[in-house]
């Protein structure tokens, strides 16, 4: 079982670039989150996916753009970065989403340029 | 207001020692569930164990217990018998609510060193 993956590992883009994050999961979750991990900050919920429906949007500015094409995929779609928003974006699952064991992947480092 | 407290932010411990991280939390709800991750310079977040607020016994998990003190709110995290591999980031975190919430609320975390 490999749980919940995430691609890629590290990611360098400059602002004007338009990239995605993606993270599967392989433990037949049914709602998936993405967090934004910033330095010496505590992690921040961005978005939930509950049965591929978004159910929360954590006031994230728009270029960022997330995608669930079905339970087991979540993508981060990237565009017009600022500096301020290199960090490491963790992807987590649970059976549902208010099962009470979230279970993440090993994050992408974004660096913007 | 800050819903989990780590007041601690790095300890260093002896290998096969046991090392005791501090978690207070803030709520007013009667229905919450404690939670302890691991994140080691891997980036991972690596879910170690949990508490219910209504579990009458504190939970264990191998080397690690949770020491639930609900009157104090605190749910501090116990490590027995330290080893190299314990070395990382360790987070608390909190869901508030039934079980149809799924917020989390993550404390600063504690950077753990364990030293041979």
């Known amino acids: 079982e490999t749980g919940v993956t995430q691609t890629p590992r590290h990611l360098v883009m400059g602002m004007t670039n338009k990239k995605s994050l993606k993270c599967e999961q392989h433990l037949g979750h049914n709602a998936m989150y993405w967090y934004k991990q910033s330095a010496k900050k505590p992690l921040e919920l961005m978005f939930v996916?509950?049965?591929?429906?978004?159910?929360e949007n954590n006031s994230v500015p728009s270029r960022f753009s997330p995608e669930c094409p079905n339970s087991s995929h979540l993508f981060l779609h990237l565009h017009t970065l600022q500096p301020e928003d290199s960090a490491l974006y963790l992807c987590?699952?649970?059976?549902?989403?208010?099962?009470?064991?979230?279970?993440f992947g090993p994050g992408t480092r974004l660096l913007v340029l | 207001a800050q819903k989990i407290t780590q007041t601690q932010p790095g300890m260093f411990v002896q290998e096969k020692e046991a090392v005791t991280l501090d978690c207070t939390y803030d709520?007013?709800?009667?229905?919450?569930?404690l939670f302890w991750y691991k994140q080691p310079s891997s980036g991972e977040m690596i879910f170690l164990i949990y508490q219910g607020s209504y579990d009458q016994q504190n939970a264990t998990e191998g080397r690690y217990s949770l020491n639930f003190q609900k009157a104090r709110k605190s749910a501090n995290l116990v490590i027995s018998a330290s080893q190299l591999g314990d070395s990382a980031m360790y987070f608390c975190a909190m869901r508030e609510g039934e079980r149809n919430d799924y917020k989390l609320s993550f404390g600063a975390g504690t950077t753990v060193t364990v030293r041979a």
């Open positions: 996916y509950s049965l591929e429906e978004r159910v």
């Open positions: 709520t007013s709800d009667p229905s919450y569930g």
């Open positions: 987590a699952s649970s059976q549902e989403k208010g099962e009470e064991t979230q279970y």
